[in-house]
């Protein structure tokens, strides 16, 4: 299929359909004006279809290092395997009250269990390894796992492992399985995969409805313990089957699909949404051992080299990498503009400045920008509730409900709260009844607190635009209402390369302040000193602190109103907590999280005495 222009959508995408309703209370109500089309009983359904109808295609393929050859599996291999796994877990009496809990990061054997589990109606339930490897105290992972006493919990292998298994081993009766087969004290995935197939699991799937609970995902909790959000077959199966009727080129050729991903299976985005896409469509999905992370994302790149995707899919700071290594690398940059049929981003947060280059580069290579697409909803939603399947032109369009999902749009102060009620939704929260309770409103629209925009009051075709977290919204001394989500993608544009995220501060003050993260390995580059120079040697550097004043100056340029730019801005030297919820592993900033955790940060800024932080 030839790839799109800027302004022939038509071989990728179906044309936006939207119908608004105007009720007598002020809210609009939206939907695709395309009904949603018979979604499948369960996602097994589409192992099994594929296992016949095409075999021998590669399904999954991982490899150990850059140099290794791919290992991959056949549809025909997984279903044998999950059939084979799923007969161990039934004998063992899994069940939703008994579940599979895994630990680990993206595997072929991760993919593996977990469908063996949902196979025969046992939910699965990946967390974050972070709270495993990277946190301190394993709070947040022992309340996970005192919330639902698994009856099997997977690991690569053990010993990485071993401290927060430690940690947990009080809380649960569980079987413990590895990936590595040596090590002991655990049971061997590879064992599992290789039993014998009882009749049991045909009896099993034959009963499975799309009220089944397919998998708990746990949200990210800024404060607290994260909620375990049930996810039933109908709402994966009902989000896949909205995306082929917007992404209309995955209908018309299923050999057509190949994405290499490293998006986290613990989150919604890399599971529901990427995972689900490639297994409801026939395609085959390349593991991407590395991340946008310093060290890990040559890994990316080789990859990439190794296998170019039908569709990139990424988030804000692995887009940022990208294109710095696409700049210097040319036939990197001709494979990628040439094969890419689009680049799909995470709708709000991507700073235009990012989206700006990647169209330029990519027309300066092959002579017509990048598809550009995106898509918003959450883990409540499985993922997806809008769909941008049409080219915008900026970044932020968050594009439109998705056949068989409705918008509520509420009026909130001078904002739009966004609430969202279809299939795709989840009934609530598990063993959290006053928490589901209070989730939903009393038309059973779902409360994400997010706030949109109509991109256009008169045609609400052409999309919606994200206008920030309703909670995260403050108010100065002077009234202005502060919006935090666009104001920090501004801002991250205008301290550019400076700033990796910024959390925005200033609530009860007259001004408007940044607490920002920065990109550290920039920072050096930018005041010339070498890679071992110490973070906060490079932080008070007088190019970085003039640099960073120069950013504040360009976003009061871009607005001078005291909610559109910051007087100041503080450098953190410290990054982001996994133990204090301040990011996700996908990268994203818990702008509550941060100002909590770190006043005495946010009482520096403020200090009128204070060195650290750089004004205007």
Known sequence: MTSATRGDASS????????????????????????????????????????????????LAERGSTESPWTTVTYAQALQQVRGAASWILARGLSAECPLVILSDNSIDHALLAHAAQHVGVPSAAISPAYSLMSKDFDKLKSMIALLEPGAIYVSATKPFAAALAAIKPLHKAQIISGNADDAGALAFRAIAATAETPDVAKAFATMTPDTIAKFLFTSGSTGTPKAVINTQRMLTSSQQAKAQTWTFLEQGHGDLVILDWLPWSHTFGANHNFN?????????????????????????????????????????????????????????????????FAFYAGAALPQNLWDALEQLSIETVGRPLPMVSAWGSTETSPLATDCHFLAERSGNIGVPIPGT??????????????????????????????????????????????????????????????????????????????????RVAGITALTPLAQDIVVTGHGGDEVR????????????HAGLPGTADVNDVLAHDKVRTTLAQGLARLKQQCANSSGHATRALLLAEPPSVDGGEITDKGYINQRAVLTRRADAVGRLNADASAEWVGL
């Open 406 to 487: 409705e918008l509520k749009l509420v009026t909130c102060g001078d904002k739009l709260e966004v609430r969202v009620r279809g299939p795709n939704v989840t009934p609530g929260y598990w063993k959290a009844p006053e928490l589901t309770r209070q989730a939903f409103d009393e038309e059973g629209f779902y409360l994400i607190g997010d706030a949109v925009k109509l991109a256009d009051a008169e045609r609400p075709e052409r999309g919606l635009f994200f206008d920030g977290r309703v909670a995260e919204d403050f108010k100065l001394n002077s009234g202005t209402w502060v919006s935090v989500g666009t104001l």
């Open 277 to 341: 896409l490639v297994l409801r469509n026939g395609g085959s999905l390349y593991i991407d051992g590395g991340k946008p992370a310093p060290g890990l994302f040559a890994t990316s790149l080789a990859n990439l080299k190794s296998v170019m995707p039908t569709v990139y899919f990424n988030v804000p700071r692995g887009f940022d990498m990208l294109i710095a290594a696409l700049r210097g690398d040319e036939e990197l940059r001709r494979r990628f503009f040439g094969e890419v049929k």
């Open 514 to 525: 940044f607490l920002v993260f920065p990109n550290v390995a920039a920072c050096r580059a």
């Open 12 to 59: 990728l995408f179906a044309t936006p359909k939207t119908v608004a309703e105007h009720r007598a209370d002020g809210s609009i109500v939206l939907r695709s004006g395309e009904p949603l089309r018979d979604c499948a009983r369960c996602i097994g359904d589409w192992l099994e279809h594929f296992a016949r109808q095409t075999p021998d295609k590669v399904f």
